[in-house]
């Protein structure tokens, strides 16, 4: 490490070495190879891959330039066949490997631990599959009605049929489309924020759908791969009111055998919501928990694809 420090002019008199980062290839259940991070009065300045074979081992350097990385933060990491890629956020430059700004929904956290050189080294285990699949939808917010009632679902309707007609539709212009009284093919008394109503509304742009309460791991992925983005309409339960959401799953990423993210367009969040599924633990889908960071929502009572 301090070879590869010197070589690209970097002073590490005080440097220390993180903690060591796994990564595991779960297609053939073994270490791809690990990482660690050079760090310097708290900050980390490089990273080194190291590749372990039989007899030998080989390792190449990146430095960190200008790095805001420090000690006890959380990197996002992401890992498949082209390589390792690490940022700060979401929004920040790519720090290291090729871009992927197509797959920023699979960057996950990891927290970075400063051990002395010479101590033991913790390890973090980080997954690899080929097993991933992303459906570029766009962010689109969240509005109200003027009466106040979300339009979240209106927001995810909105999302998919932009990026499959090329349009640039909002949660009211779909919600005002979808209550017009000349609206063709209205169904009566059904309120459009409803399952039904967001089948109708769908339909009005030319998007045939179908409708189901939870789904499976293996049946969502079979239609994500489709291209078909899924509604998850979910509640939560708050002063004995029962309280709604409405967001879209764009993709998942297979972390191992028994976990997968799925990914989320969530129209109260602008960047991506990942949710960690262990599908032995919650083999019933509606054990499924949605949680974006501002609220959790305990019950997945319908889907829309």
Request: aromatic share 12%; glycine share 6%.
């Amino acid at each position: 490490m301090p070879a590869y420090a010197y070589a690209n002019n970097i002073n590490c008199e005080d440097a220390f070495i993180s903690n060591r980062f796994e990564v595991y290839d779960t297609r053939n259940n073994e270490i791809d190879h690990y990482i660690y991070f050079l760090i310097d009065t708290d900050i980390a300045i490089g990273m080194l891959n190291v590749y372990v074979e039989e007899d030998s081992y080989s390792s190449s350097f990146s430095p960190l330039y200008n790095s805001d990385i420090k000690k006890g933060s959380a990197l996002q990491l992401y890992i498949n066949d082209n390589g390792l890629f690490v940022r700060e956020d979401e929004n920040d430059t790519l720090l290291s490997g090729k871009d992927c700004s197509g797959n920023e929904s699979a960057f996950l956290n990891y927290p970075i631990l400063q051990v002395e050189i010479g101590s033991r080294i913790p390890s973090l285990r980080i997954s690899r599959s080929n097993a991933s699949y992303v459906i570029p939808v766009s962010f689109v917010a969240n509005d109200t009605t003027e009466s106040g009632n979300g339009l979240c679902w209106a927001a995810c309707i909105a999302s998919r049929v932009n990026y499959e007609k090329g349009r640039s539709y909002t949660a009211r212009s779909i919600f005002s489309a979808a209550s017009a009284s000349s609206a063709v093919g209205k169904p009566s008394g059904i309120p459009v924020g409803t399952t039904e109503g967001m089948k109708y509304t769908y339909r009005l742009f030319g998007i045939s759908t179908t409708s189901t309460s939870t789904l499976t791991k293996d049946y969502l992925t079979d239609i994500i791969e489709s291209n078909k983005p899924v509604i998850f309409n979910v509640f939560r339960t708050e002063g004995g009111k029962d309280i709604g959401h409405s967001v879209l799953m764009k993709g998942y990423y297979v972390l191992s055998p028994s976990s997968i993210v799925y990914m989320f367009m969530d129209p109260n969040v602008e960047t991506s919501v990942s949710i960690v599924v262990n599908t032995i633990a919650q083999q019933d889908p509606e054990e499924f928990v949605y949680t974006n960071g501002q609220r959790q929502y305990d019950d997945w009572w319908s889907s829309v694809y």
